[in-house]
């Protein structure tokens, strides 16, 4: 039985009970059905009464965070590098660009961005500008989900 121990960041504390919670997920998906938490409730063995909507809550972030891991490990095997401030300093040495894929989000919208762009060192910060850009870009951290390769 699933006895929540006040620490939302411990993701570890549902790892018994992802199994069943993904054959949930894919019984939804089968039926089109967006993995709303409700859906969820009464449905996963062994965790039922007052932490039940803590417990699904923890599921859903474990499984978003498999999911990046799974991306990630597909990127870098398939030869991409992760998007830090020394992979762009690298490629400003050698004077290269960068090809970017990556999340990015605004107050109400996620979108990708795949593209080529330039390094750059702009106010002390490493970052990425449009290829004939000369004025405004990226910073890193503004990206989610980010590789790159050195093109």
């Given at each position: 039985?699933?006895?929540?121990?006040?620490?939302?960041?411990?993701?570890?504390?549902?790892?018994?009970?992802?199994?069943?919670?993904?054959?949930?997920?894919?019984?939804?998906?089968?039926?089109?059905?967006?993995?709303?938490?409700?859906?969820?409730?009464?449905?996963?063995?062994?965790?039922?009464?007052?932490?039940?909507?803590?417990?699904?809550?923890?599921?859903?972030?474990?499984?978003?965070?498999?999911?990046?891991?799974?991306?990630?490990?597909?990127?870098?095997?398939?030869?991409?590098?992760?998007?830090?401030?020394?992979?762009?300093?690298?490629?400003?040495?050698?004077k290269k660009k960068v090809k970017l894929s990556a999340k990015t989000t605004?107050?109400?919208m996620t979108f990708s961005v795949e593209k080529t762009l330039k390094p750059?060192?702009?106010?002390?910060?490493?970052?990425?500008?449009?290829?004939?850009?000369?004025?405004?870009?990226?910073?890193?951290?503004?990206?989610?989900?980010?590789?790159?390769?050195?093109?």
């Amino acid at each position: 039985m699933f006895k929540f121990n006040k620490d939302f960041k411990d993701l570890k504390q549902v790892e018994p009970f992802f199994k069943d919670f993904e054959k949930e997920c894919l019984k939804l998906k089968e039926k089109n059905q967006y993995p709303y938490n409700d859906l969820f409730k009464g449905k996963i063995k062994g965790i039922k009464g007052e932490d039940e909507e803590r417990a699904i809550f923890l599921l859903q972030s474990l499984k978003r965070k498999k999911e990046k891991e799974k991306l990630k490990d597909k990127m870098i095997t398939g030869g991409w590098l992760e998007l830090t401030e020394e992979v762009i300093k690298e490629a400003i040495e050698k004077k290269k660009k960068v090809k970017l894929s990556a999340k990015t989000t605004c107050s109400w919208m996620t979108f990708s961005v795949e593209k080529t762009l330039k390094p750059k060192y702009f106010n002390g910060k490493y970052g990425l500008m449009e290829l004939k850009a000369r004025t405004k870009g990226y910073g890193i951290k503004q990206f989610e989900d980010a590789f790159c390769k050195l093109v």
